[in-house]
């Protein structure tokens, strides 16, 4: 099969034909990837990268429970709860 310079040429410019329709039609709204830094997981966060809030948080917690086993003692001891105020 020999191929004249008609066949050739038709075949460049539907080729061409088809790369411009392809190039014109693409969306702009189209997603584009972009590289982001995703943000460290709070999991696996070192002492010094906890927040103060929690600290804060943890501080509370063990002064109730330091306040609570004071008034057990103080029951052991003396057989009478202190009131609250």
Avoid: C, H, W, Y
Wanted: hydrophobic content about 40%; proline content about 4%; aromatic content about 4%.
């Amino acid at each position: 099969m020999k191929l004249n310079i008609r066949q050739v040429s038709l075949a460049s410019v539907f080729l061409a034909s088809g790369f411009i329709a392809g190039v014109l039609s693409q969306n702009q709204d189209a997603a584009q990837a972009d590289i982001r830094k995703t943000p460290p997981r709070e999991a696996f966060q070192s002492g010094g990268e906890r927040s103060e809030t929690q600290l804060k948080e943890i501080s509370a917690t063990l002064l109730r429970i330091e306040k609570k086993m004071a008034d057990f003692e103080r029951l052991m001891d003396n057989g009478t709860p202190n009131k609250k105020k």
